[in-house]
């Protein structure tokens, strides 16, 4: 059986649609969703950016000045820096709990307790990465989950004494129609510069110099969300994050499709087939077939990018990892006709 006719049952498998199916689809998506809203710490940015403001409505004089005895500590007040010890202690706790407690979950209930029925739930049921491999994500996504804590108990403790940030909490503070406008012009805009950055990564210079660190796995575990490039990390988060400094944006807002991205990032990652909820959203095999084919499907959240560029992945193509561009090369001379795959099949679940 080729990989392909594998792939093609795991795209037709169908549901059985039964209220336990979907009971348990439910509460497993809210549960990840709300562990993940920790996952990386951005969260107690917001969080803390909206308990401020409402601190400061019901208690106008609670910026309590309170006495540092360590020299260090009055070297961070003046600085703009108050209490930063306890912003990135909290941060890093927080992120490390949630990102392993996450992967490790996962782990357990699929990769090892599930392991003999694989065919049911697993995008890749014939590949299983080594040991080394495994390693190699889990240390890199931590080491990354490291970075992008402290940095942001440094932001969100810059931001609590004071720093600037165009973030808001009142929702009616620039008109109900820019809320409820920003919603999607935030999702696009986050949609649209991680896929022309993503597919800037896949250029040959910087594919081999950068991003081949994150295409190691070909079948990724969900540690492998951030197991990128040190400085592609930090470039995507500079060019997530930038917004919160440049454009009003309510707090609520950015919050949620920052955990939007989180959540299906790691889902994209995890190796489950999973569909999702919302049509413009593809199910888990459109990330999975990108790590396995290397230089197609670039977006996260929708297809459309690769639809209009041509670069969703189609039969009747080769792909590979010396296969630049983007559309693959046709398989043979005769038979030139391909099709693009869907990947919003609305009937994959893990759960069987
Ligand atoms: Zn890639
Ligand atoms: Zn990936």
């Known amino acids: 059986m080729?990989?392909?006719?594998?792939?093609?049952?795991?795209?037709?498998?169908?549901?059985?649609?039964?209220?336990?199916?979907?009971?348990?689809?439910?509460?497993?998506?809210?549960?990840?969703?709300?562990?993940?809203?920790?996952?990386?710490?951005?969260?107690?940015?917001?969080?803390?950016?909206?308990?401020?403001?409402?601190?400061?409505?019901?208690?106008?004089?609670?910026?309590?000045?309170?006495?540092?005895?360590?020299?260090?500590?009055?070297?961070?007040?003046?600085?703009?820096?108050?209490?930063?010890?306890i912003y990135v202690a909290v941060t890093v706790l927080v992120s490390f709990s949630t990102f392993w407690g996450i992967g490790m979950s996962f782990d357990y209930y699929f990769y090892r307790n599930r392991k003999y029925k694989a065919e049911e739930w697993k995008c890749q049921p014939d590949r299983w990465l080594s040991n080394s491999t495994e390693w190699h994500e889990f240390l890199l996504g931590s080491f990354n989950v490291l970075i992008s804590s402290v940095a942001y108990g440094f932001i969100s403790c810059y931001i609590m004494n004071g720093g600037k940030?165009?973030?808001?909490?009142?929702?009616?503070?620039?008109?109900?129609?820019?809320?409820?406008?920003?919603?999607?012009?935030?999702?696009?805009?986050?949609?649209?510069?991680?896929?022309?950055?993503?597919?800037?990564?896949?250029?040959?210079?910087?594919y081999r110099h950068f991003h081949k660190v994150h295409h190691?796995?070909?079948?990724?575990?969900?540690?492998?969300?951030?197991?990128?490039?040190?400085?592609?990390?930090?470039?995507?988060?500079?060019?997530?994050?930038?917004?919160?400094?440049?454009?009003?944006?309510?707090?609520?807002v950015f919050l949620t499709i920052l955990l939007y991205g989180y959540y299906y990032g790691m889902m994209d990652h995890s190796g489950i087939k999973m569909d999702a909820l919302w049509p413009w959203q593809p199910s888990t095999m459109f990330h999975d077939d990108h790590h396995r084919h290397f230089h197609c499907n670039f977006g996260t959240n929708t297809i459309l990018f690769d639809r209009f560029h041509g670069t969703l992945r189609r039969t009747n193509r080769k792909y590979g990892e010396k296969v630049f561009g983007g559309k693959g090369t046709a398989e043979s001379s005769e038979n030139n006709q391909s099709e693009f795959y869907t990947y919003s099949t609305w009937n994959i679940s893990p759960f069987k």
């Open 2 to 85: 080729t990989t392909t006719n594998v792939h093609k049952q795991g795209m037709e498998l169908k549901s059985s649609w039964d209220v336990w199916g979907l009971v348990s689809k439910g509460v497993f998506m809210v549960g990840v969703f709300v562990l993940a809203t920790a996952a990386r710490g951005e969260w107690f940015l917001v969080a803390k950016y909206l308990g401020k403001d409402f601190l400061r409505d019901v208690m106008p004089t609670s910026d309590v000045k309170v006495n540092t005895t360590s020299q260090l500590g009055r070297q961070l007040q003046v600085a703009g820096f108050k209490d930063l010890p």
């Open 165 to 206: 940030c165009t973030l808001y909490a009142r929702p009616d503070e620039y008109g109900l129609a820019y809320l409820l406008l920003s919603v999607p012009a935030l999702f696009i805009y986050n949609e649209a510069i991680i896929y022309y950055a993503h597919r800037m990564f896949h250029t040959p210079f910087l």
């Open 216 to 252: 190691r796995n070909k079948s990724p575990t969900l540690y492998g969300v951030f197991a990128t490039h040190p400085l592609e990390f930090i470039f995507y988060q500079i060019l997530v994050a930038w917004p919160v400094i440049v454009v009003p944006l309510h707090a609520g």
